[in-house]
């Protein structure tokens, strides 16, 4: 008899089982699943234990000026299995004055640098991360380009940067 | 006493801090001609041996998901030229792939088609430079120049079609902005004629030459379970050992119907990465053959009752439905509908899985426009590949990722 893996209807039902009622919604065949902050790491080690091996983007929205919109930031972690190709995603919303999310890169590698540019454009700090450095911007930056009251054509930072000259490099 | 007769004392208690000290460091870039592009490294050096590597990205950062959210969805195609730009077709592809997905917007068979065969020229293009970078970084300088001037092939197979060579922006939202006329499909044919021998060719110059497997062969070594717990996609990830190719395992575009296979090896290093995507480039060559040997007739623009491609210039004057749909999709205020969601949606690009996360609120520019880049995963696992090899291999590692700065930054 082959292998039928399960339906990402049943992960779910799992997830809601060990987690408690969790609000999921389909859109164009992508399943999301909305999860507490405080127990995000345990719920994506959960699935990771249940086949979602594979991190494939972790990225941020930043919902202040969106219709309808009950928190500020909004976490997307992209999931998918690489024997079953399922994809899943799973949300995680944080808010003002100090968005903070448990880290995940115990669970995978990968998002060393996805969350270090999560923590860069957005402000998001994690917890437990082992290294949360700017990634794309300046060290010497101190804003976080893209939330959206922070404008298009920037704040005029580049002015303030130090000037390094030859003598002093 | 001079440096040839020093002797050290390697056993002593002082030994450990000793070793310490002839370690160096060493600044790699932003400019460099191994790096391509603009990207620093900083080496930590025992002698002509690696300690540990920390990569530094963000000399080329140019706001460009912020800038999504200041441009339209046919707009911001021009910004994703300027991503992979080694590959600009295969980003136009996966940009309004996304928005589509977003959309709901179900292409012709003809788009499909023209779609899938730019995307293939556009990986062929995209490994040529690739392989022809590594070949050219360990000292084949021959080889590169076979790669290049096939490139220049496709860049005239673009320019017939597009009138661009490099920023094609060919892509539309439900569509493409120019169908594709016989003198393209001549050319294009002419390359599947000509292609083969040549690659044939630069297999020969490289594949066995003893140098270049010396320089690459147990280089830069990935196993299967680190590529999938580092995220790494395409050929990176194929070389060792992850069997996943989002052409075969979501199949999108034309990809369901035609027959190609995913080249896959297992070893896992340079030379591996460098096999694979020799390989991937006769694949490719088979896909546009089939696509273009089946390419369906018809429009190639969806139909403008759904009021998202702009109309020809004959219906805009012939019909009153071409002139509607021509001055809705002209007004600021009109336009197409966008809902109230967010979608990713993801193609196989020449350097792995390349998706868009869209947010839509109703307006014609997207309120989020995340790019998942498959450079920025592939450079972070730089460190853990190179510790050990000494410093001549930093450029074979480098160039085997294919690590492109404005994809990487953005």
């Not at chain 2, 320089?215 to 995220?231: D, F, H, M, P, Q």
């Amino acid at each position: 008899m082959p292998f039928t893996p399960p339906s990402v209807d049943d992960v779910l039902a799992g997830l809601a089982d060990r987690f408690g009622t969790l609000d999921t919604s389909v859109y164009r065949g992508q399943t999301r699943v909305v999860v507490p902050a405080d127990v995000s790491f345990d719920a994506l080690a959960w699935l990771k234990e249940r086949g979602f091996d594979l991190l494939v983007d972790v990225t941020c929205v930043d919902y202040l000026e969106y219709q309808d919109a009950k928190h500020r930031y909004g976490l997307v972690y992209l999931l998918a299995s690489t024997a079953t190709n399922q994809r899943l995603t799973v949300r995680v919303f944080a808010d003002d004055p100090d968005p903070t999310v448990r880290s995940v890169v115990p669970l995978w590698a990968g998002a060393n640098w996805l969350e270090r540019e999560v923590w860069d454009l957005f402000g998001i700090r994690f917890t437990g991360h082992p290294d949360l450095r700017r990634l794309v911007m300046p060290e010497e930056f101190n804003a976080h380009p893209l939330r959206k009251d922070y404008p298009l054509q920037g704040r005029g930072e580049r002015h303030n940067f130090p000037v390094i000259t030859r003598d002093h490099s | 006493m001079s440096i040839a007769t020093a002797t050290f004392d390697t056993t002593g208690p002082e030994a450990g801090a000793r070793s310490e000290d002839y370690l160096w460091t060493l600044n790699f870039g932003p400019q460099h001609p191994a790096t391509h592009t603009t990207l620093r490294l900083v080496l930590k050096l025992d002698g002509e041996r690696v300690v540990d590597a920390m990569p530094e990205m963000g000399y080329l950062h140019s706001g460009f998901e912020k800038i999504g959210e200041h441009l339209t969805f046919n707009q911001y195609v021009t910004v994703t030229d300027r991503m992979n730009y080694i590959s600009p077709m295969a980003n136009n592809v996966a940009w309004h792939h996304a928005v589509e997905t977003l959309l709901g917007i179900e292409l012709t068979p003809r788009c499909v088609y023209i779609r899938t065969i730019i995307a293939e020229l556009a990986r062929i293009s995209d490994h040529l430079l690739s392989n022809g970078a590594v070949g050219l970084d360990t000292g084949a300088f021959t080889f590169f120049l076979y790669a290049f001037y096939q490139r220049e092939v496709i860049y005239d197979i673009f320019e017939t079609l597009c009138g661009a060579r490099f920023t094609n922006s060919y892509t539309r939202v439900g569509g493409v902005s120019q169908d594709f006329t016989p003198l393209v499909i001549e050319k294009i044919r002419a390359f599947i004629r000509t292609f083969p021998k040549t690659l044939d060719d630069m297999e020969r110059l490289l594949t066995r030459n003893r140098i270049f497997v010396d320089r690459t062969k147990g280089v830069g070594l990935l196993t299967k379970e680190e590529a999938i717990n580092a995220s790494a996609s395409g050929p990176v990830a194929r070389a060792s050992g992850v069997t996943r190719d989002l052409r075969k395992d979501e199949p999108y575009l034309a990809y369901a119907d035609l027959d190609f296979q995913v080249c896959c090896a297992s070893a896992g290093d340079c030379y591996a990465r460098y096999l694979v995507r020799m390989q991937e480039m006769r694949e490719s060559l088979k896909l546009v053959t089939q696509a273009l040997e089946n390419l369906p007739a018809g429009d190639v623009n969806v139909s403008i009752d759904q009021r998202v491609a702009r109309p020809t210039k004959q219906q805009v004057y012939s019909s009153i439905e071409g002139t509607i749909s021509h001055f809705e999709l002209s007004m600021a205020n009109r336009g197409f509908e966008v809902p109230h969601e967010e979608s990713y949606a993801a193609i196989e690009a020449p350097n792995g899985e390349l998706g868009f996360y869209i947010v839509g609120d109703g307006s014609e520019n997207a309120y989020r426009a995340r790019c998942r880049p498959p450079s920025v995963l592939h450079f972070a696992l730089f460190p853990q590949l190179i510790r050990g090899h000494t410093l001549s291999d930093v450029v074979a590692v480098l160039g085997s990722l294919n690590i492109i700065a404005a994809e990487l930054d953005r």
